[in-house]
């Protein structure tokens, strides 16, 4: 273990701050992520449970989540895609003004 740190000190240098940094960013990252995947999973199992188990009146209910699930995500795929447009116009405009 000492030898693959002595390696991974000459190999990193300074750079051992940054690295902690940013796996301190992923870290939060991928906790943020798992709780937004637990509310899911909770809102699909309780979905679930009120079409299996409910009466014809749970299913319009239902009907009404997933559409709006699906609405959520067609917005978010859209603002995504405004995002990155914004991206390549002003990554375009840095070159332009770089070239003179």
Do not use: C
């Not at 699909?44 to 559409?67: C, K, M, W």
Request: glycine fraction near 8%.
């Amino acid at each position: 273990m000492s030898r693959l740190r002595s390696i991974a000190r000459r190999v990193l240098g300074g750079r051992r701050r940054h690295l902690y940094r940013d796996v301190a960013e992923i870290r939060a990252a991928v906790i943020d992520i798992k709780g937004r995947v637990d509310t899911i999973d909770r809102l699909i199992q309780a979905l679930n449970h009120d079409v299996r188990h409910g009466a014809g009146e749970s299913l319009p209910l239902f009907l009404g989540y997933t559409e709006r699930l699906r609405l959520d995500a067609e917005t978010a795929v859209g603002v995504a895609q405004i995002i990155e447009r914004r991206l390549l116009e002003l990554e375009d405009r840095l070159d332009r003004l770089a070239r003179g």
